[in-house]
């Protein structure tokens, strides 16, 4: 469970029916589904990758940069324009990935984002970012 709304429904939960017991079964992240729709290989070899949360736009996307090869955003909607300028900023634009909408009917996969329009993506969306390559 990663930047998961579950998380916060779990803690509603169990606060307020602590007899209940909550079982979480474990599946395969958003970012790891978006990544092999995608074709997007998140690390290779010695290459790092880091998830961080969009929420409070690319302040995280610069803290980070320099310390990982790979980024993955989660709930990039939320700044998606604050974002697209720091990675254009960076020079990282061409070197990101879109992915919305994962394993529904409407997916979107989006290789260049220099070709998308800066409209916000919906709320099941995330970038990946392989710097090198």
Known sequence: MTYSTFGYIMHT???AYPDITVKVIPGITSYQSGAAAAGHILAEAEESFTVISGALGAENLKQVINHTDNVVILKVY??????????DELGLKGKATLISRCGLKDEEIVHDLEQRLDTVPPYLSTLLIKKKG
């Open 13 to 15: 939960i169990k606060e």
């Open 78 to 87: 939320r700044n998606y324009k604050e974002i697209m300028d720091t990675l």
